[in-house]
T-cell receptor, first 111, second 115 residues
Framework: GDSVTQMEGPVTLSEEACLTI???????????LFWYVQYPGEGLQLLLK?????DKGSNKGFEATYRKETTSFHLEKGSVQVSDSAVYFC??????????FGAGTTVTVRA | EPEVTQTPSHQVTQMGQEVILRCVPI?????FYWYRQILGQKVEFLVS????????KSEIFDDQFSVERPDGSNFTLKIRSTKLEDSAMYFC?????????????FGQGTRLTVV
């Protein structure tokens, strides 16, 4: 079945540091890939997505590229801020209805 | 900005009791979902709902679970006889469509604790 494996946390960084969260997937079909973010006390929010190979999703300075050859969708940001402290979830959708999530990575950015 | 709202934010219940978790999806959305996350584990799909019936459900969604859209605005998840292992964060979500890559909008979650 479909599954997502993402880098375990927690991750603690200083402001302006680079962030990379690794995500790899297994899917039977040709999935769409997503990164969701959960800020403290809030629900899951879509951060970015990509629906086909070599697509790059980007938002709020974050980027991720759909790599079919390595079945990966790593999340990157060049310079993090305190406000980026959150839990980040990699997810895929291989059909119309459901998302398969990774375990989530907690990121804490210190001033 | 429209959002999915869930109530209550926290619910504590005794084992064997029935609980109803409530959600108000975004008003023009047609597809509704429940997910859950047991502490320290992955967010797991429970059920999807469209046109007043279940579209798909996972193996977690057994006879103890049911969903309902009682009045055209609320979307509820009922657990008939709660077990300790039902303790989790439950997320409701909705989407306008069900096509590939369509964004699902999530609520802030209800933390259910079964004691």
């Amino acid at each position: 079945g479909d599954s997502v494996t993402q880098m375990e946390g927690p991750v603690t960084l200083s402001e302006e540091a680079c962030l990379t969260i690794n995500c790899t997937y297994t899917a039977t079909g040709y999935p769409s890939l997503f990164w969701y973010v959960q800020y403290p006390g809030e629900g899951l929010q879509l951060l970015l997505k990509a629906t086909k190979a070599d697509d790059k999703g980007s938002n709020k300075g974050f980027e991720a590229t759909y790599r079919k050859e390595t079945t990966s969708f790593h999340l990157e940001k060049g310079s993090v801020q305190v406000s980026d402290s959150a839990v980040y979830f990699c997810a895929l959708s291989d059909n119309d209805y459901k998302l398969s999530f990774g375990a989530g990575t907690t990121v804490t950015v210190r001033a | 900005e429209p959002e999915v709202t869930q109530t209550p934010s926290h619910q504590v219940t005794q084992m064997g009791q029935e609980v109803i978790l409530r959600c108000v999806p975004i008003s023009n959305h047609l597809y509704f979902y429940w997910y859950r996350q047991i502490l320290g584990q992955k967010v797991e799909f429970l059920v999807s709902f469209y046109n007043n019936e279940i579209s798909e459900k996972s193996e977690i969604f057994d006879d103890q679970f049911s969903v309902e859209r009682p009045d055209g605005s609320n979307f509820t998840l009922k657990i008939r006889s709660t077990k300790l292992e039902d303790s989790a964060m439950y997320f409701c979500a909705s989407s306008e469509d069900s096509g590939v890559g369509v964004e699902a909008f999530f609520g802030q979650g209800t933390r259910l604790t079964v004691v």
